[in-house]
């Protein structure tokens, strides 16, 4: 025994090397979003903060380029309902018995928030926002901006969240092609910031560049329609079944300043539903 | 200060990086590895100093060259380290090496400044 002792002591500095390395494998190969401490991510109250308060100067400077920014989406907006409500007049015209048209974003309502950590350049980028549960985020929250979208919400504190960027290899978004039905899968590939891939496309779609992708629907996190990018090029695939496009991010995440976190009001239907149904699943399987 | 306790400390001011940059774990893990090597690091490049025990590296004690060795060393250290542990793989490694040498400049030439201004003229001892 005491011999045994006198090995550990002597070789003491190996033994806490070891102890160490294995913590902090612990912290590293920890993938699951829901074990993911919220001491340990920027979303705690003291780096959050820290943040807010770095952010508070800083974004001072970026005002004029975000503000030129929102004018043209404003602009572009308003054109579009002038449009739409003339759209609408038609049709009352044409069929008036059709009462209210239901609307898809009857069950959306949005949270606003300051962007407060932004990173492009990792291959795993996180972004941190400054609305937490106590203003109504969340985790699996939608985020978009004004420009498209943005991510979806992964840890919340009490005033603070963060979120997976859309430039992080995890995030898989399920979007399709405008005015069709055809979906893929959007990854990023740690190229650049500005660009995606668009995987899983059917190869008999019919598309242009330029075409606009844009969400599916096909989740609880997103309403469907958001804009995503646009079509960018093709690029060589393995794959013989399915097309692999280049997609330019319409999303500038290198002026990230204010998001709205997007709060569905069927997300917790839809979920109580995938869960009865994996659980039915197991079930029959005995 | 003993190897064990700088390792430890080491351990802690990477986890406090890793906090705020939502890292969890990379610099923790470098950290560590640079504070295991410092010993071995020390026995490259200084003469044989056995009665000393842990010798304290800096400018006045080292004289000026076998520091900047030194730092190199433990800079290029980290970095290999910090960079591999983010990327995971060895897919673009071109853009992992170009980051390992920039950082590692960009780290010696600023903590080669920062040691400079820290050092005062009148410990210049003779021997």
């Known amino acids: 025994m005491k011999n045994l002792l006198d090995f550990i002591i002597k070789h003491s500095s190996w033994f806490v090397f070891l102890l160490l390395t294995v913590v902090s494998c612990l912290l590293l190969f920890q993938s699951n979003p829901y074990q993911h401490s919220i001491y340990l991510t920027s979303a705690n109250a003291v780096s959050s903060s820290i943040y807010g308060l770095f952010n508070n100067v800083t974004s001072y400077f970026h005002l004029r380029g975000i503000n030129e920014d929102l004018q043209q989406r404003n602009a572009m907006l308003e054109n579009e309902v002038v449009s739409l ?130 969400t599916s629907g096909y989740s609880a996190v997103f309403p469907e329609g958001l804009i995503v990018g646009t079509i960018e090029d093709r690029m060589p695939t393995n794959d013989d079944n399915f097309y692999t496009l280049k997609i330019k991010l319409t999303t500038d995440f290198s002026r990230l300043s204010t998001v709205r976190a997007i709060k569905n009001g069927m997300k917790g239907e839809l979920d109580a539903l995938e869960a009865a149904d994996y659980n039915s699943k197991k079930g029959g399987w005995n | 200060m003993s190897a064990n306790w700088v390792m430890c400390l080491s351990f802690l001011l990477g986890l406090g990086v890793d906090i705020f940059s939502d890292t969890q774990g990379m610099n923790a893990l470098a950290s560590t590895i640079l504070a295991a090597s410092r010993k071995w690091v020390f026995q490259l490049y200084f003469p044989r100093e056995d009665d000393l025990g842990n010798p304290v590296p800096s400018m006045r004690s080292l004289g000026l060259v076998v520091y900047a060795k030194y730092m190199l060393t433990a800079v290029l250290l980290y970095c290999i380290a910090v960079f591999f542990i983010q990327a995971f793989t060895l897919r673009h490694f071109e853009i992992t090496l170009l980051r390992i040498i920039s950082s590692s400049v960009l780290t010696f030439l600023m903590l080669l400044g920062f040691d400079s201004i820290a050092t005062t003229r009148h410990s210049e001892k003779r021997l």
């Open chain 1, 85 to 214: 409500r003339n759209q609408i007049n038609d049709y009352k015209m044409l069929l008036p018995d059709t009462s209210t048209m239901p609307g898809n974003y009857s069950n959306f309502d949005f949270v606003i928030a300051h962007v407060i950590s932004n990173s492009i350049s990792q291959p795993h980028n996180y972004i941190t926002i400054n609305r937490g549960k106590a203003d109504g985020v969340m985790p699996e929250m939608g985020v978009v901006d004004q420009n498209g979208v943005v991510g979806i919400v992964n840890v919340v504190g009490e005033h603070s969240a963060r979120i997976i960027s859309l430039l992080n290899p995890n995030l898989r978004l399920s979007c399709k092609v405008k005015n069709s039905d055809f979906f893929g899968s959007l990854v990023w590939d740690c190229v650049s910031p500005q660009y995606a891939v668009l995987e899983e496309l059917p190869r008999h779609v019919k598309f242009e560049k330029g075409d606009t992708i844009i």
